[in-house]
């Protein structure tokens, strides 16, 4: 099987732009594809409170039922602030496109650098996490631990290549599995708690450290991990069916409900059962074998569910990294390829980038959870308080009706992520959150020199400096000898240079342009009049986006036009001043002569403009 149709059986067939609208999540399929990670946070939240607290001795455990109120306190808040931004934002209001918008450029790039970490994150904890759940209840598996973490990310890449619909439709039923199976954990404890069946004390267990105010915020932000993905849903706006910001609010508001009732209950329980935790077994591992018994079928089910959910969580990062992705390199601010859509409808490049990123993160902790929890929330965290105070400034601007309520929300929101920041990055800083705080302003400044490449080369290669041309237009001879066709990506300096090379050895020359769907034709065909007037530009559609086939196909109907004679097919180009810089940009270029190679075409030439 060749290496496309291998691609066909694990992807499936391209699928043409036209379809785009149709690839749409109803608000079942878009509860399951963007709220995962949220949801999923309920089989790991409890446990990293209760992780902290055990150090204080048993006493300080039940501590964890306060703190989780906290949280879900600041959970409401953080929801309803999100609402107020996919109301204003309905196109779609990420926290780069808020903070850029509304607090500047480098407030936007911090925002956009520290999601792009917390999305890693999210696919390496929520790996981590679904292959602690497994072994938890298989012990034989732990040697596997990083192996098997590879393989689910693999798998979870694959599922998001086939396309967002068939993901939807993929995540639908584990994401309701595991809500339906934790109510279900939760109303059998809750029942048998009620009838005398739940110890009635925690074990002695002797503190090693002193309950400080300090060391409860610490248990604090440690479970603000529930919070992690809840921005998903701003962020994919785009994602839903029309009308997709009413239909994002409501799903926006359906997750926290569910997420709040299923952190509470899963806490309270931990608490009336008096669960400590133990290594190599999960808390909600803990729970059900505390509450159904270790042969309950019903508790295997519960394994297998926060296995599932916990790889879907996964998948909220494949949701959004690759659209974050998008408007970052749209904006030339990452690699020009991030912002291309694959076969599936789906940004395919950032799906690839997104898994490599956390598959090398799962084998440098080696699939520890608690490794790279410390490192967690401080990327959200700072994108909450950004968008949020973004937010604050655009009601301010806009001044629409009732925006002084808009305000004072997204104000609070504002506060209150800001403290939970703070509190996070101070009392995760050792154990690893300075990692994530040096990492922040490295990726800005990556951003930023990213940016600076692609001006420079923008600027080189205007044609704003080029006087119009005044070429007559060449007379058509009735025996052509020496054809030649050249590829014209953009019109630029470099390609007004590989024309004037057409002319100088060619007695026809046709000029061709690939439009897959995001250019501006009129636009286009305006400065082709204004610079080369004399060469006619055939605009070829490419329905599936591709580049490389419409122009194999016109070159091979153009040779059988013209039997034996030989013709030219130039190829544009331009050399960057690094050899590095290069991976910066497509090279369509060099993919087009590898294909024409394979044709037979027999003359390929390559102008090269040297920046």
Same mark, same amino acid.
């Given at each position: 099987?060749?290496?496309?149709?291998?691609?066909?059986?694990?992807?499936?067939?391209?699928?043409?732009?036209?379809?785009?609208?149709?690839?749409?999540?109803?608000?079942?399929?878009?509860? *399951?594809?963007?709220?995962?990670?949220? &949801? =999923?946070?309920?089989?790991? #939240? %409890?446990?990293?409170? +209760? !992780?902290?607290? $055990?150090? *204080?001795?048993?006493?300080?455990?039940? &501590? =964890?039922?306060?703190?989780? #109120? %906290?949280?879900?306190? +600041? !959970?409401?808040? $953080?929801?309803?602030?999100?609402?107020?931004?996919?109301?204003?934002?309905?196109?779609?209001?990420?926290?780069?496109?808020?903070?850029?918008?509304?607090?500047?450029?480098?407030?936007?790039?911090?925002?956009?650098?520290?999601?792009?970490?917390?999305?890693?994150?999210?696919?390496?904890?929520?790996?981590?996490?679904?292959?602690?759940?497994?072994?938890?209840?298989?012990?034989?598996?732990?040697?596997?631990?990083?192996?098997?973490?590879?393989?689910?990310?693999?798998?979870?890449?694959?599922?998001?290549?086939?396309?967002?619909?068939?993901?939807?439709?993929?995540?639908?039923?584990?994401?309701?599995?595991?809500?339906?199976?934790?109510?279900?954990?939760?109303?059998?404890?809750?029942?048998?708690?009620?009838?005398?069946?739940?110890?009635?004390?925690?074990?002695?267990?002797?503190?090693?450290?002193?309950?400080?105010?300090?060391?409860?915020?610490?248990?604090?932000?440690?479970?603000?991990?529930?919070?992690?993905?809840?921005?998903?849903?701003?962020?994919?706006?785009?994602?839903?069916?029309?009308?997709?910001?009413?239909?994002?609010?409501?799903?926006?508001?359906?997750?926290?409900?569910?997420?709040?009732?299923?952190?509470?209950?899963?806490?309270?329980?931990?608490?009336?059962?008096?669960?400590?935790?133990?290594?190599?077994?999960?808390?909600?591992?803990?729970?059900?074998?505390?509450?159904?018994?270790?042969?309950?079928?019903?508790?295997?089910?519960?394994?297998?569910?926060?296995?599932?959910?916990?790889?879907?969580?996964?998948?909220?990062?494949?949701?959004?990294?690759?659209?974050?992705?998008?408007?970052?390199?749209?904006?030339?601010?990452?690699?020009?390829?991030?912002?291309?859509?694959?076969?599936?409808?789906?940004?395919?490049?950032?799906?690839?980038?997104?898994?490599?990123?956390?598959?090398?993160?799962?084998?440098?902790?080696?699939?520890?959870?608690?490794?790279?929890?410390?490192?967690?929330?401080?990327?959200?965290?700072?994108?909450?308080?950004?968008?949020?105070?973004?937010?604050?400034?655009?009601?301010?601007?806009?001044?629409?009706?009732?925006?002084?309520?808009?305000?004072?929300?997204?104000?609070?929101?504002?506060?209150?992520?800001?403290?939970?920041?703070?509190?996070?990055?101070?009392?995760?800083?050792?154990?690893?959150?300075?990692?994530?705080?040096?990492?922040?302003?490295?990726?800005?400044?990556?951003?930023?020199?990213?940016?600076?490449?692609?001006?420079?080369?923008?600027?080189?290669?205007?044609?704003?400096?080029?006087?119009?041309?005044?070429?007559?237009?060449?007379?058509?001879?009735?025996?052509?000898?020496?054809?030649?066709?050249?590829?014209?990506?953009?019109?630029?300096?470099?390609?007004?240079?590989?024309?004037?090379?057409?002319?100088?050895?060619?007695?026809?020359?046709?000029?061709?342009?690939?439009?897959?769907?995001?250019?501006?034709?009129?636009?286009?065909?305006?400065?082709?009049?204004?610079?080369?007037?004399?060469?006619?530009?055939?605009?070829?559609?490419?329905?599936?986006?591709?580049?490389?086939?419409?122009?194999?196909?016109?070159?091979?109907?153009?040779?059988?036009?013209?039997?034996?004679?030989?013709?030219?097919?130039?190829?544009?180009?331009?050399?960057?001043?690094?050899?590095?810089?290069?991976?910066?940009?497509?090279?369509?270029?060099?993919?087009?002569?590898?294909?024409?190679?394979?044709?037979?075409?027999?003359?390929?030439?390559?102008?090269?403009?040297?920046?």
């Amino acid at each position: 099987m060749s290496l496309s149709g291998l691609k066909r059986v694990l992807v499936g067939e391209s699928l043409p732009t036209s379809a785009h609208a149709e690839e749409r999540l109803s608000n079942a399929a878009a509860l *399951a594809v963007l709220s995962s990670d949220a &949801l =999923s946070s309920v089989a790991y #939240a %409890t446990e990293e409170i +209760l !992780l902290v607290l $055990v150090a *204080a001795g048993s006493a300080a455990l039940s &501590l =964890s039922l306060p703190i989780a #109120a %906290t949280i879900i306190l +600041l !959970l409401g808040i $953080v929801i309803l602030s999100y609402r107020q931004t996919i109301k204003a934002y309905p196109m779609g209001g990420g926290s780069y496109i808020v903070a850029r918008e509304n607090l500047g450029l480098y407030p936007g790039l911090v925002a956009g650098g520290s999601l792009l970490i917390d999305y890693i994150l999210t696919v390496t904890v929520s790996i981590s996490a679904a292959t602690a759940a497994l072994t938890s209840a298989i012990p034989a598996l732990q040697p596997y631990t990083v192996g098997l973490c590879v393989i689910f990310i693999f798998l979870v890449m694959l599922a998001n290549l086939r396309g967002v619909r068939e993901s939807g439709n993929i995540f639908m039923v584990p994401t309701y599995a595991f809500v339906v199976s934790i109510f279900v954990l939760i109303a059998i404890g809750l029942f048998k708690q009620f009838t005398g069946h739940s110890p009635e004390a925690y074990p002695a267990i002797p503190a090693s450290e002193s309950l400080t105010l300090f060391f409860v915020l610490r248990a604090f932000s440690a479970g603000c991990t529930a919070l992690t993905g809840v921005e998903a849903i701003s962020d994919g706006v785009l994602a839903f069916k029309p009308p997709e910001w009413e239909n994002a609010r409501k799903t926006l508001l359906y997750m926290g409900v569910v997420l709040g009732f299923m952190f509470i209950g899963i806490t309270y329980l931990a608490r009336s059962y008096h669960i400590v935790p133990e290594e190599g077994q999960t808390a909600v591992s803990l729970l059900g074998r505390q509450i159904l018994g270790d042969t309950n079928p019903f508790y295997y089910f519960i394994q297998i569910a926060t296995l599932l959910i916990l790889l879907l969580a996964a998948n909220t990062s494949y949701a959004d990294f690759p659209r974050l992705g998008y408007f970052l390199a749209r904006d030339g601010f990452l690699p020009r390829q991030l912002a291309l859509l694959g076969d599936r409808l789906v940004y395919s490049n950032g799906i690839i980038v997104l898994s490599i990123s956390a598959a090398l993160l799962i084998m440098v902790f080696k699939g520890e959870v608690n490794a790279i929890i410390p490192l967690y929330a401080v990327g959200v965290f700072t994108s909450f308080t950004l968008s949020q105070a973004g937010m604050v400034v655009h009601w301010y601007k806009e001044k629409a009706p009732n925006w002084v309520a808009g305000a004072v929300m997204n104000g609070l929101g504002t506060t209150a992520t800001a403290v939970v920041l703070a509190v996070i990055v101070t009392t995760k800083f050792s154990g690893g959150a300075w990692l994530v705080v040096v990492a922040i302003p490295l990726l800005v400044g990556l951003f930023v020199a990213i940016n600076r490449h692609y001006k420079y080369v923008a600027q080189r290669l205007s044609l704003q400096d080029l006087p119009p041309r005044n070429y007559i237009p060449r007379p058509k001879t009735e025996v052509v000898t020496h054809p030649a066709i050249v590829i014209v990506g953009q019109l630029n300096r470099g390609t007004v240079e590989a024309l004037d090379y057409a002319r100088s050895i060619a007695d026809e020359i046709v000029a061709i342009n690939v439009d897959i769907g995001n250019a501006d034709r009129e636009k286009l065909q305006q400065k082709w009049q204004q610079f080369v007037p004399d060469i006619p530009l055939h605009l070829l559609d490419s329905p599936y986006r591709s580049v490389v086939e419409p122009i194999l196909d016109f070159v091979s109907e153009y040779e059988d036009k013209h039997p034996g004679v030989l013709f030219t097919v130039i190829i544009p180009t331009f050399v960057t001043r690094n050899w590095w810089e290069g991976f910066l940009h497509n090279q369509t270029a060099f993919f087009l002569k590898q294909s024409l190679r394979a044709q037979k075409s027999r003359v390929v030439t390559t102008v090269r403009y040297y920046l």
